[in-house]
């Protein structure tokens, strides 16, 4: 997954579950799903986007620091199972 198809997820998703700022709250977390590109692959955007969709489906909205916590956690996890390839 790149980074903007995260980012249009994640809008649609807090569009159907929060408010109409979906747009606005979503494109904070862009940076978060660039710099998990960058470090890793499409398959940890993903994870990063799926975890805070699911926050956002049970009434949260991440910040963007929390979803700096999740990549983070998503990037060591990756380091620790595949040498962060």
């Known amino acids: ?13 807090i569009d159907a ?12 977390y862009r940076p978060t799903f660039e710099r998990v590109a960058d470090r890793a692959d499409g ?6 986007a ?6 956002v489906v ?3 909205r991440p910040s963007p620091a929390e979803a700096d916590d999740v990549a983070d956690r ?5 380091a620790y199972t595949d040498g962060g390839q």
């Open 17 to 28: 579950s929060l408010d109409e700022e979906g747009r606005r709250s979503a494109a904070g």
């Open 1 to 13: 997954m790149h980074p903007e198809e995260a980012v249009r997820q994640l809008e649609y998703a």
């Open 74 to 78: 998503v990037l060591a996890d990756r």
């Open 58 to 60: 049970a009434g949260e």
């Open 43 to 48: 398959t940890a955007v993903y994870a990063v």
């Open 50 to 55: 799926g975890d805070l969709a699911n926050r």
